[in-house]
């Protein structure tokens, strides 16, 4: 699919922005009005996409299996051992180990900062919604012996969960975006951290204080129990709990610092291949799996069947990657991709602008986050490579699409009912906590990246 060949790209730079807009109306209209699964949505859009600016249908079909196979190769393991690590943790009890110990450690008056950290921390292995529906009742229970609102002490839970879900490896979103983007891991762990702390201050205890305080909100009865069918294993106690969710993050900044720090050498080659995201997160993995069968004396069996059921929600989520690297990589070989660069140029727009709005605006239309941020990433990614951006502006672009992609959760977005369901809210109470809660987060996680990127 050369552009120097292709009669459309020749003919002028409307006709092709024409195109790439239509791609992205059908891609939105399959999966918010005809229902498609976001992965057949974006293979057809893919293709489609190439014949109609001109490409050899060969040459579409051979992008299409180049984009999905560069990106998978990677994606696929980060997104399963992320899973597998989550299942562990969740079905040990070690989520709920640690909540209840951050929660004794700073007390009740104190408890929506204590909710904000377990969100942290808990937010890094788990998926957002499992990680929500297994402390569910962590909040319920809170809300009624405090005599406040369920939003009260939920937001600060899930503002620090979405920020998460939103920026950090092992996540399918973020996960994605470093790898259509070129974002060094490490860097991206960092500023992440650096800008989804804030963001889930702002929107998690500070915002429930100031906006949901006074008691008599919603239904607070108890919400039921993710997966009740599932294995459960011995509990693992807090400080293993702890060690397995901090450890793959400790070691991929370690590899970054490592990069910055140590001169060339087999000790940082030694630093470097611990760090890697593969490494790290086998690492944690094997960490809590030995520690599961020969001091809680789990069973083998026990233990693989709970790794295995993780790895249902990560398969469809490795899916969409795989057919958004394909709608990427169609817009790079049509050349495409170089029109929207001009045009950015042009207007004289930041790549972290550019990269914000576009991943809001797929966000509010179609409802997925992982969904706004494979689309953003695939259109931004010829403008950051035409941009000559550094490593660490690169990584504030991946924080500014899991900024975009965070905004407005609404009506179309799962996660906007799931909150309704298990707080016991009307559609309008979600409205003003969950959905408020949500585009607070994502503004506050682009500011503090545009207030990163001169330094940067």
């Known amino acids: ?140 229970t809170l809300s009624l012996r405090a005599g406040r609102r369920v939003t009260y002490f939920a937001l600060p839970l899930l503002a620090a969960l979405l920020v998460m879900h939103a920026l950090l490896p092992p996540h399918p979103g973020p996960v994605a975006v470093a790898e259509l983007i070129g974002t060094d891991y490490g860097l991206l762990a960092m500023y992440g951290l650096a800008c989804g702390i804030p963001a889930a201050i702002v929107a998690g205890p500070i915002f429930a204080r100031l906006a949901h305080g006074a008691p008599g909100f919603g239904d607070q009865s108890p919400p039921p129990q993710f997966d009740e ?130 991943s809001a605006f797929v966000r509010v239309a179609q409802g997925s986050a992982t969904v706004a941020m494979v689309t953003a990433a695939g259109l931004a990614a010829p403008l950051i490579a035409a941009a000559g951006l550094s490593p660490g502006q690169i990584a504030l672009v991946t924080v500014a699409i899991g900024a975009g992609a965070s905004v407005a959760s609404h009506v179309n977005d799962t996660g906007f009912w799931l909150v309704k369901q298990f707080l016991g809210l009307s559609e309008a109470q979600t409205f003003r906590s969950w959905t408020l809660c949500s585009t607070i987060a994502g503004i506050t996680m682009f500011a503090v990246a545009a207030m990163l990127w001169p330094f940067a």
């Open 1 to 140: 699919m050369s552009p120097l060949d292709d009669p459309v790209i020749s003919a002028g730079t409307g006709p092709v922005l024409l195109i790439v807009a239509l791609s992205i109306a059908a891609l939105i209209a399959m999966v918010l009005r005809l229902k498609v699964p976001a992965f057949i949505a974006l293979l057809v859009v893919a293709l489609g996409t190439g014949l109609a600016l001109g490409g050899n249908p060969a040459d579409v079909i051979e992008a299409v299996r180049t984009g999905t196979g560069q990106a998978l190769g990677f994606v696929a393991v980060v997104i399963g051992l992320g899973a597998m690590l989550g299942g562990m943790l969740e079905a040990s009890g070690g989520v709920a180990a640690l909540a209840h110990r951050l929660l004794s450690a700073f007390g009740e008056k104190r408890a929506t900062w204590a909710l904000t950290a377990i969100g942290i921390i808990v937010g890094i292995p788990l998926f957002f919604d499992v990680a929500f529906i297994v402390l569910a009742p962590l909040v319920t």
């Open 229 to 358: 069918d599932s294995p459960k294993i011995c509990q693992i106690g807090f400080g293993m709990a702890l060690a397995g969710m901090l450890v793959p993050l400790a070691l991929i900044m370690l590899a970054a610092m490592a990069d910055w720090l140590m001169d060339d050498g087999p000790l940082k080659q030694a630093v470097t291949f611990i760090g890697h995201p593969f490494t790290a997160l086998i690492i944690a993995c094997a960490l809590v799996g030995t520690w599961l069968r020969l001091v809680a004396g789990a069973p083998l069996a026990t233990i693989s069947d709970v790794m295995t059921r993780a790895l249902a929600p990560a398969g469809l989520m490795v899916l969409v990657v795989g057919a958004g690297a394909a709608y990427k990589e169609v817009l790079i070989q049509s050349g495409a991709g170089d029109r929207i660069t001009e045009v950015v140029a042009s207007a004289d727009l930041s790549p972290l602008v550019f990269a914000f709005l576009l």
